[in-house]
């Protein structure tokens, strides 16, 4: 029998490869019959099977390769049909040519019997491994996927729970190092372009090729591997074995940072599979990330607020009192002088009144004066010349009044007119006032500028100077010191317009506050340092 089939080799696998192609599609079939791995996969089991009638040491070979192959398919994802069917084909063809043999009374079938009843025996056994081999594979890998889902859960549970920073990136190192079997792990968070911190676990050096691949990562947003001698690539299927993988952290097209897992020495196994894993873990991460700097923007928000609005009941209350006193300083002492007048008018009328109407005179220009100095307090609570004369002249006037009551020298660039919405400029008026409030205040120079134009549809507002400045703090920049509560209620006005705010201001070197305000556009601030 042996002889037959080394004899009729090429025949038995042409026959099988036609009648294999008329099976039912299947992933195993493409693969079997249309790829060069599968085509050699088909003679290496001819060829083993029919060492297999040499002995036991031959069989024993042949049953290890059936049972690899089970593994391999159920690792691969094919179903077991397939190989059933492969070895159904085989004693089909066999049987056709031995009877077309006997028929032609080449042989006697009687002779090889035993033979034949050795080989089915073999073929029965080949397949129970194969079948054993593919479904304790398949729930090997069931329960892996299992335990995988498990980790998930677990880890998503915690993790979306949690709003610490430090303890959100703790749990997904510590998780991640021991999921994937490494040494150590490393993540970066560079939620606004520019490193904000770097937490490893186990807590130790960072190495500097860890720095490399991940600025390259942050680079060109894309997962890297490295290999043990150095080499990155960005082809999981490049390198087999990697000693660093390294993932941008991202979600909903933000990104917030890299995670690295890596090996000191040696390499680690890392297909697809692992891969897919390692992008749920960080896409939980980026959503717990992101989450935590939105609590935390709400908390600062909520600070900046309170501030606020105990800024604005001061400021109310000193309005009050600044009105109390200018009404006091002003208005009653005229209207003091003008009821001293009436009275002495009376009397003239009276005794002499030749003298009346020069007294009559003098009365009129205090009333003049009286209703001079009520538009003045007026103006003080609302520019009424922003709606009867436009933005332009209300601020000359307020740079004009400013210079003259502080002797600071200030550059204006205004044009000559300039159509904006009504909010919009008492928006920029108030924001000039305050400004150049804070420069009176703290800068301590004699020089600052005023700047205002439009430029595509925005409306642009410079205000600066060149004094002592000031570090404004990275994280709550607008609740660190008191004095800046008036660039918190600066910031305030701008989003209340939908525009842009950029304060550039450093020790010795000065403020400049940049305003950009849309017509239709959203809102948005930023903050230089």
Known sequence: LREILIHYREDIIQKMKYLLDKEAFSPYKEFMLHTEEGKHRLNIWIDKLIRSLDGEGARKVYFTDEERDGYT?????????????????????????????????????????????????????GYHII???????????????????????????????????????????KRVTKLFMVNASLQALY???RTQGFYNFPMNNTPSAMKLIMDKTLKERATLFMDERGNIYQNIDQINMKRVV???????????????????ITGFNFTYK?????????????????????????????????????RMITIQE?????????????????????????????????????LLMEQLDALLKIVNKAVDQS???????????????GLVPALQRLIDNFIDETSIRVAVQL??????????????????????????????????????????????????????GFEMAKDTPWIKDQDKLGLLSIKERVEAVKGILVIDAGINRGCRIETRIPIVRGAKTHVKN
């Open 131 to 173: 079948a054993n081999s593919f479904l304790r594979t398949r729930e090997e890998r069931i329960n892996k996927k299992m335990s995988h889902l498990q980790e998930v859960f677990d880890y998503t549970q915690r993790i979306i729970t949690t709003f610490n920073l430090k303890e959100i990136l703790d749990l997904m190192l």
């Open 274 to 310: 692992e891969i897919k894993l390692l992008y749920q873990f960080t896409h939980i991460a980026a959503v717990a990330i992101e989450n935590a700097f939105m609590l935390e923007e709400i908390e600062q928000r909520h600070k900046q607020l309170s501030l606020l609005t105990g």
């Open 415 to 468: 044009p000559k007119r300039i159509q904006v919405p009504n909010e919009i400029s008492i928006c920029l008026f108030r924001i000039v006032q305050e400004a150049l409030m804070n420069v009176y205040k703290h800068a301590e120079t004699d020089d600052a500028k005023v700047i205002l134009y439009k430029q595509a549809g925005n409306i642009i507002l410079v205000v600066a100077d060149r004094g002592k």
């Open 375 to 389: 538009r003045a307090l007026i103006s003080s609570l609302r520019p009424e010349m922003i709606d009867s004369m």
């Open 318 to 354: 000193e309005e009050r009192r600044r009105l109390a006193l200018d009404i006091h300083d002003t208005l009653a002492q005229v209207l003091t002088g003008i009821g001293y007048k009436i009275q002495l008018c009376k009397e003239l009328y009276k005794k002499r009144p030749e």
């Open 246 to 264: 390294s993932v941008p952290i991202q979600a909903h097209g933000h990104y917030y940072g890299v995670l690295i897992i890596y090996n000191d």
């Open 191 to 193: 939620p606004d372009g």
């Open 73 to 125: 398919r159920a690792i691969q994802g094919f179903k077991l049909e397939f190989s059933f069917q492969v070895h159904q084909r085989f004693q089909g063809v066999l049987w056709e040519i031995l009877g077309e043999l006997a028929a032609q009374k080449k042989m006697n079938l009687l002779i090889i019997w035993e033979e034949i009843q050795e080989l089915n025996e073999v073929l029965f056994k």
